[in-house]
């Protein structure tokens, strides 16, 4: 198995996209096995529904080569159902692209005697590539719910010998603070617990606002305890946080809403920039596609029930339709945002930053004292 030429390819290969820069990183991503952390995944194989392939040792090349790709690997599947050719379900875990893990990584300038969280363990491949880069294992953390000891044990087989926890990163007390923080993993928001985790001066970068859109925020801790800080022009898709406890949203009162015409063009549901726009107004909302009356549809519905759809004319001699139910009203969020969002010339998500205190989440657009809004 010569998985040591395969991982400098990578590595050269990350170099030359411009994803990996710094001279330890590069040293990392070429001497970390990363098939010691992804023992079994599963591959796309197309068709609807999706069926999942598994991969392991055995498969040989066809197991290895994709490990050693710029690829995310799904590693586990939820409610996986065997059927012919493979497997039915839907991904829950995975090993991160490696362009996007070197990117986070080298955002977070992790100096040697940094501590450092790692508050989305996984398979462990993003620990060990930040690990070989700090003076001493007892300088970082890291936790996940679920295969912490798998992850664990493999860190050791490298010699990293890293404080591992079973854990909800989002709510657990570590009773330590980090100067440099990495979730790989989707936050709808950044909670106490990781705000106060973090020691003054040091770095936390996160996807945030999904799972509609979510883009990377680059965030600052401050002496006050504030947090703050831009998204960046990279964005990255990843799973949503699991908890320990997923506490069902109680459901509101959906009463009708208001109806009528728009302008809101179909195009738009397809833009992640204002998604992530809209997403971080209308916290868990989900949206869905769909054919109503054989005219396209685009359905807003958020955790608590409340939604609103438009219904696109194909033949375009109407103007689109829109209705909902439940107040606030969801209808009056989208169009505010999309009149906003024309308004200012239809901005990337690189031209907001966002400030988390201990009594809001604010997000701001091209600078903190500009134009802001208190997050719900």
Known sequence: MNWKSMASSLATELQESG??????????????????????YFQNAGGAPTLWQERTETDGDDWLRPIYSNLTLVTALDQAEQVTGGWHGTPTSSSTQPSLTCRMIEALDIQSDDHVLD???GTGYQAALIATQLSRGNQMSACDLSGTSEASERLKQLGLNIGVVPADATTHNFNRTFDKAIFSFGLPRVTPTIRSAMAP????????????SAAMVLLEAHEDG????????????????????????????????????????????????????LAAHLPGVDLQYGVEEGQSMRRLVMPDGRWCEVVYNDDKANEPRFHGQGEPE??????????????????????????VTDTEHRLWYEAPSGESWALR
């Open 226 to 277: 504030s947090l703050s800080g831009p998204f960046l022009e990279d964005g990255g898709a990843f799973m949503p946080a699991r908890h320990e406890d997923e506490t069902a949203v109680q459901s509101a009162e959906v009463a009708p809403g208001s109806q009528g015409y728009t302008d809101i063009p179909v195009s738009i549901f397809d833009d992640y920039h204002f998604k992530f726009w």
């Open 19 to 40: 994803d990996l820069t710094t001279k330890r990183l590069i040293e990392a991503v070429s001497s970390t096995p990363r098939h010691l952390f992804v023992p079994r």
């Open 330 to 355: 969801v209808w009056e969020t989208l169009r505010w945002a999309w009149q906003w969002w024309t308004e200012h010339d239809m901005p990337r998500w690189e031209r907001f930053g966002l400030t």
């Open 201 to 212: 001066g040091g770095r936390l970068i996160a996807n945030v606002f999904g799972p509609l």
């Open 119 to 121: 508050g989305g363990l």
